[in-house]
């Protein structure tokens, strides 16, 4: 099972917005709605940011949506802050029955 | 509170085995699947495999296949992953996270803190 494919790196200016695209194929991110978002500190481990394409846990900032079409899921970050700044990575439940995380991407606000 | 607790570093040697645990509480811990998840250095997140510490059936990766074995204590809420034959690649913080909803969910809501281990000579 190939890793999704993410940008390595995205950056944006405080209060700006920023989309992190997540692409796969057919067998996870096309079929299943099952589709997730987790932020990672250094030295962290991940935080559930985004679940089943579109929700958010209690608890995270509605700064944060994400969506989906086709074989592609995306993360968009508005109002960018300092906080913000992280590792972002995208996972998919596969037709394997077994799960598969993005390259993950760095997000810098700058 | 729902905590997730992991066993300290290693370091190991190629050929060696490994075995990292991950003690659950504030749960139900028999209806909540526990997920191992690894990172290698400045790399990304690589799923591993799964228990259901109900009935402690598993399901792994197929690059892990035959090469890791997880287990459970239900008297302690405790999980176990153990990989063999280890080589430098596999180096790594290893993670175990459980389901965010029962009886089998597709998402990680808690996290153990990670447990690095280093494969050297």
């Known amino acids: 099972q190939s890793a999704l494919t993410q940008p390595a790196s995205v950056s944006g200016s405080p209060g700006q917005s920023i989309t992190i695209s997540c692409t796969g194929t057919?067998?996870?991110?096309?079929?299943?709605?099952?589709v997730s978002w987790y932020q990672q500190h250094p030295g962290k481990a991940p935080k559930l940011m985004i679940y089943?394409?579109?929700n958010r846990p209690s608890g995270v900032s509605n700064r944060f949506s994400a969506s989906k079409s086709g074989n592609t899921a995306s993360l968009t970050i508005s109002g960018l802050q300092a906080e913000d700044e992280a590792d972002y990575y995208c996972s998919s439940y596969t037709r394997s029955s077994s799960w598969v995380f993005g390259g993950g991407t760095k997000l810098t606000v700058l | 509170q729902v905590q997730v607790v992991q066993s300290g570093a290693e370091v190991k040697k190629p050929g060696a085995s490994l075995k990292v645990s991950c003690k659950a509480s504030g749960y139900t811990f028999p209806i909540y699947y526990i997920h191992w998840v690894r990172q290698a250095p400045g790399q990304g997140l690589e799923w591993m495999g799964l228990i259901n510490p109900s009935g402690g059936t598993t399901s792994y990766a197929q690059m892990f296949q035959g090469r890791v074995t997880m287990t459970r204590d239900t008297s302690t809420s405790t999980v176990y992953m153990e990989l063999s034959s280890l080589r430098s690649e596999d180096t790594a913080v290893y993670y175990c996270?459980?389901?965010?909803?029962?009886?089998?969910?597709?998402?990680?809501?808690?996290w153990g803190q990670g447990t690095l281990v280093t494969v050297s000579s």
């Open positions: 996270a459980r389901d965010k909803g029962p009886y089998g969910d597709y998402y990680f809501d808690y």
């Open positions: 089943e394409v579109t």
């Open positions: 057919i067998s996870d991110v096309g079929t299943y709605n099952y």
